[in-house]
């Protein structure tokens, strides 16, 4: 039961770092829309499409780091700074959970710009 509950407490950890970098994302991309565009649509537009480029990026990533991962294992150590900020979540999941905040954040932005 501890392995779960570490394992739910990393993927809560990183849906909550994938959410605020594709937030910050988003906000960035949308403030370049707006000064390149000078209407709101253009901005979120420009959010959407950024945020749908950069997850599409993390899914790339993700499908690199499943096709190597035979041919060079993960060696990670109990001293690694990756295991102690995360104990059960490797760097797959990471990718995964990331490129969905971002996909998610990209399709908040579709639905707001369809609804104006």
Do not use: N
């Amino acid at each position: 039961m501890s392995g779960l509950r570490a394992w739910l407490s990393d993927l809560g950890r990183l849906i909550a770092a994938g959410v605020i970098l594709a937030g910050a994302a988003s906000l960035l991309l949308f403030a370049i829309g707006l000064v390149g565009g000078h209407t709101v649509l253009s901005g979120l537009s420009t959010a959407k499409s950024g945020c749908f480029v950069i997850g599409a990026l993390c899914l790339f990533f993700l499908a690199g780091l499943l096709l190597t991962r035979g041919k060079h294992p993960e060696k990670a150590t109990p001293q690694s700074g990756w295991r102690k900020k995360f104990s059960a979540a490797g760097y797959c999941t990471a990718a995964a959970v990331m490129a969905v905040c971002f996909l998610g954040v990209g399709s908040a932005a579709d639905y707001l710009l369809r609804l104006m």
